[in-house]
């Protein structure tokens, strides 16, 4: 028989505390420390995961600074957040005025002197804008009571030009810190492999010579062939662990190593070599957290970061990354009303990705136009973006503002324009703040505000809400297999998602004019069941018993596919 999605009951995920949590906040690292604290890093081997939880979760990507302000600074900050949470998740399963998600990723939170939070100054310690340590840990449990992990941006590339660490390696080549950072006597002359800005910079302090960097000057590389970095960087990620969080995003984990230019700062074995070991140490002592790697590459060369599948269940390295070609497949697809785009991606995908991945997916995310722009404003693209995301496999991201269709804030190439404050209302202070906003508020507030949607049945932050609770209430759509369709049209993007349970048919019109299909692929003893509610989908059955179905311009049908009487 198959299970009916309605009959799925939704019940919030309630965190259990961490194993070995301590409850006092841990020191600051000692400058003068020596390698005994090596002990703690080697991890029993192949301890499998137990991030089930994380399979088919709904997470949601909060910049701190743009969420709330708390304490009428202009700038957003942890108990800001805090109070914001029931927005997310209320976790009462039985109210469905909230968005309904199962974790969130904040953006980088530790001391650093930008606004964005990627040079960071001091692993141990929340940023003083945002609030403290106490703040992290109530963040976590408020968030936990609610039945929402929390994962945390990890930047261990690099750490900030300001950082003590470097501070001391660039005074003095004697100093013990010299080697945790990349030198040269000369400048090799190398580029980023994505653009123009150098990647060896001139020391102007004591110990002269060139240090790597391959954002910028401010951002040297840390240097992990060095095995005091390779264990600092894995003591620091369990550190956050045992302060409550659930896992972790982890920043650059392609440019690790360099070898040469261009493409050699890509992608290296030793790069592999080091998050495998980071994996097993994190397995070894938090199997149930979560890690994300940010490789933005191709499908091809995403996969070798989810390791091997043999020794440990899910991966061996990173169990998941986010899927960039994907996210840009779709928004391709939409704006050119061809299904292919995605179709492409998922068959890279069927022939080089392991079994049992995470495929972390999104749509866009702090580093890329706003969807919304992207999309030129156009509200049914905006939903049929929610909707092919939210029925594909994978675990989805959301990026803060996407679902009420947060604009970019200019047409500038400035990253803070992708990084607004949050419109809660349409009042000056936006709701996010009673000061004024540390950044303008993007164009269309007006009615890009959560209050203005929040009781409008037909606004795109109720379609997220409703698809969010689709997906939590199927077995199918949460962690079923996919197999995609070729349908007659070449707008038309059709897949079966399926469990031994259950089967669910999804077909999304990515063209401009409406859509028929004279005969579903139904298999036969089966019928097809319209789940998407509030779609003006039209659904025939011929004489020759034949599914046909018509769908508006950018509309969405899922149909979970029944034996009637079963
Ligand atoms: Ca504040």
Redesign the pocket.
């Known amino acids: 028989m198959a299970v009916l999605i309605a009959s799925v009951s939704c019940t919030a995920h309630q965190a259990s505390p961490a194993p070995g949590k301590t409850s006092g906040v841990a020191t600051r690292p000692d400058i003068q420390r020596d390698d005994t604290s090596r002990a703690t890093t080697t991890p029993r081997p192949d301890r499998p995961w137990q991030i089930d939880w994380a399979r088919g979760a709904v997470f949601y990507q909060v910049f701190v600074r743009s969420f709330h ?9 942890l108990p ?1 957040l805090i109070s914001r949470l029931d927005y997310l998740n209320d976790g009462d399963p039985k109210t469905d005025d909230d968005l309904g998600i199962d974790g969130i990723w904040l953006m980088p939170v530790f001391a650093s002197p930008s606004y964005h939070g990627y040079d960071v100054v001091d692993y141990e310690e929340i940023d003083r ?1 945002y609030g403290s340590n106490d703040d992290f840990r109530r963040l976590c449990e408020e968030a936990h009571r609610r039945g929402i992990r929390v994962i945390t941006d990890f930047v261990m590339n690099h750490t900030g030009r300001d950082h003590l660490w470097f501070q001391l390696a660039a005074e003095r080549t004697d100093s013990e810190f010299h080697d945790w950072y990349v030198w040269r006597d000369d400048d090799p002359g190398w580029f980023q492999p994505w653009g123009n800005g150098p990647t060896w910079h001139g020391n102007p302090r004591g110990a002269g010579g060139y240090y790597y960097g391959i954002f910028w000057g401010g951002m040297p590389d840390l240097d992990f062939r060095n095995p005091r970095v390779r264990d600092e960087m894995k003591r620091l990620a369990v550190l956050w662990l045992q302060r409550g969080a659930d896992g972790l995003r982890l920043d650059a984990t392609r440019h690790l190593f360099a070898s040469g230019p261009g493409d050699g700062q890509n992608d290296q074995p030793e790069s592999h070599a080091y998050l495998k070991e980071f994996s097993a140490h994190i397995r070894s002592v938090r199997p149930d957290a979560f890690l994300v790697g940010e490789n933005w590459t191709s499908t091809e060369r995403i996969a070798p970061y989810f390791g091997s599948i043999d020794p440990v269940r899910g991966s061996d390295e990173l169990p998941s990354s986010f899927n960039f070609p994907l996210a840009g497949a779709i928004v391709d697809g939409i704006n050119r009303g061809a299904a292919q785009p995605v179709h492409d991606v998922l068959a890279a995908m069927k022939q080089h990705y392991p079994d049992g991945a995470i495929d972390a997916t999104f749509l866009r995310n702090h580093d890329q136009i706003r969807l919304a722009t992207a999309l030129r404003g156009h509200p049914p693209s905006l939903g049929l973006a929610a909707a092919i995301l939210l029925t594909l496999p994978g675990t989805p991201f959301l990026y803060y503002g996407e679902e009420i269709g947060l604009q970019n804030g200019g047409n500038g190439p400035e990253d803070e324009l992708k990084r607004t404050p949050m419109p809660w209302t349409a009042e000056p202070g936006g709701g996010f ?1 009673t000061a004024t906003p540390w950044h303008p508020f993007a164009p269309g507030q007006a009615t890009d505000n959560v209050a203005a949607q929040r009781r409008d049945p037909d606004s795109l932050l109720a379609r997220y809400r409703h698809l969010i609770r689709m997906r939590k209430r199927s077995e199918a759509l949460r962690i079923g297999d996919i197999t995609p369709l070729a349908l007659p049209a070449p707008g038309a993007l059709g897949f079966l998602r399926s469990t031994p349970s259950q089967t669910v048919l999804v077909i999304h019109n990515l063209e401009s004019a409406r859509l028929t299909l004279d005969s579903l692929p139904i298999p036969r003893g089966f019928r097809p069941h319209d789940r998407l509610t509030r779609m003006t989908v039209t659904l025939e059955r011929a004489p020759d018993g034949a599914w046909r179905v018509e769908l508006p311009p950018r509309a969405s049908a899922v149909f979970e596919l029944i034996r009637p009487g079963s």
Do not use: F, I, L, M
């Open positions: 302000d708390s304490d009428g600074d202009g700038v957003g900050d800001g804008e703040t």
